[in-house]
């Protein structure tokens, strides 16, 4: 089992392309009024064009800090992180993040002029960013409330449309930051599926922060365990390696007990 | 029945849809309209008015509605030296005032919301300020613009801009992170990331701040009028009561308090009638 999972970088498949994302000895530093914390410590990685990366630690690993990084919110203070070969310097709509908190959609607008809306303010024509709203709409089977205003929407409705809004945006990669935590179980787990579906359906690339062991076990193609204090990753698992889903949250479960050893 | 053993499913068929939502009464409905209540009070009050002034039997100190609102047709029918026109001065002097001290805190808020330090003055400032009825400064502003126009438009101006100013920052700072990561995430920043996502998520509160400012800036028009009508012998809805007293019309005074009660009753009715298209439409307001 302990060859089924490697820390560092993912080995070459045999094929020599370009990741879609790399991150290399990426070090995120923030300042409070107070100190300076190291929340990552040199973290490498790839993510590959069509893979579900998952980030899974516990609250305070610098997991949501180093997606933070990627979406161009803040900057390394060492190392690198590129999509397609181009260091992030900003945030920008080739990497869409849906956000845990239910506010991350315009209330002014309603569900279709949300989903619409990056694409207008990125020179997508009207024409055709309404023929897209229309279909990622359908596909997270949202008609009926397409001209619904967010207030009117439930909790796990409001999920979808980010989803669909970050999925029409065709973006590079579509980054997630625990976007289900907050919902109930049962809403969670159809959410669950339903992105599974949805990115087998556009062949989308996924980097999706989590805390739940089970929830990155379920969902990953790929998961990535890190450690707090500083945020460091510890393994690199393949999930296609693994016999079952049971068998990688098993493992995972292992590594996080491992870890947390070290820390007491 | 479906009983497999170990779990039953029961099987109760759907209520009929008619039986399980049923409309109210018509007389319970008209009591749920706001528009409707406000009405009926204000009809108790012009009774209690009608009534209380008859019984007092005082028509100099004390007129009765009918009485108000047959001079406050006069008034407004007067060939010569109409309300109208004291109307007309008095939302000159407001919305002149309103626009200015509008942009004004615009420019004030821009700079704290940017600047710690524009944060530090606008707090400070408003502080400092806030004790001081705008027609405090009226001597002032005498002294600087002389008897005229300039000097009632520096202080409704003076009037509405802190009020909006605070309410305007405060809004800003209440728009959430997420909301400012979504607008980046968009491409927007700067200007455009203010206009297109700060500013409708920090509605609600800018709508506080500019009735605030509105009433706050009539409140001090109107003392003001007052004030300097009787060295010029002209100005608006102020001087119009304050010159009538004078006169001895005391049912024209008191048709131009109601005038200038029912003015501020409008404004409120457009910014309830904007808020409904707007942030109550987009739940943001409850």
Known sequence: ?264 | MNDPGHYIIEDVPPPDLTDTVKPISPLLRLWHNAVFRRMLVILVVALAWEFGARYADSPLLFPTLLDTLAALKDSLNAPYDSLWGYIGESLKSLSLGFVLGTLVASFLTIFAVNTRIGEDFLSTITSAFAPLPAVAIFPLSLMWFGISQESVVFITTWATIFPVAVAVFQGFRGVSQTLRFVGRNFGLKGLSLTARALIPAALPSIMTGLRSGVSNSFRALVALEMVIGAATGAGGLGWFVMSQKQNLEIPAVWAGILCIMVIGLLFEGLFILFERYTIRRWGMLH
């Open chain 1, 1 to 264: 089992m302990a060859g089924a999972f490697h820390a560092g970088t993912s080995e070459p498949q045999g094929i020599v392309t370009q990741p879609l994302l790399q991150v290399q000895g990426a070090t995120i530093v923030y300042e409070t009024d107070l100190a300076r914390v190291v929340a990552v410590w040199r973290a490498s990685f790839d993510v590959q064009r069509g893979e579900r990366l998952m980030v899974l630690g516990r609250s305070g690993c610098g997991k949501s800090t180093l997606l933070k990084a990627i979406g161009g919110y803040l900057k390394p203070s060492e190392g690198v992180i590129a999509l397609e070969g181009v260091p992030i310097t900003a945030p920008g709509p080739d990497r869409m993040v849906v956000w845990q908190d239910t506010d991350q959609l315009l209330p002014w607008k309603t569900v279709r002029q949300n989903v619409m809306y990056p694409m207008l303010l990125n020179g997508v024509p009207r024409a055709e960013a309404h023929a897209r709203a229309q279909d990622f709409i359908a596909m997270v089977d949202l008609e009926r409330a397409a001209d619904h205003y967010p207030h009117q929407l439930s909790g796990g409705m409001k999920m979808r449309v980010a989803v669909a809004r970050g999925l029409a945006m065709r973006p590079a990669i579509l980054l997630m930051d625990e976007p289900f935590a907050a919902l109930d179980a049962l809403t969670r787990g159809r959410l669950q599926d339903e992105l599974v579906r949805l990115q087998e359906e556009t062949g989308a690339t996924v980097l999706f922060v989590t805390h739940d062991i089970a929830e990155a076990a379920r969902l990953g193609t790929r998961v990535i365990v890190m450690s707090p204090h500083p945020g460091q990753i510890k393994a690199n698992l393949d999930v296609s390696r693994f016999a079952s889903r049971e068998d990688l949250a098993a493992t995972i479960s292992g590594i996080i007990s491992d870890v947390d050893e070290v820390a007491a």
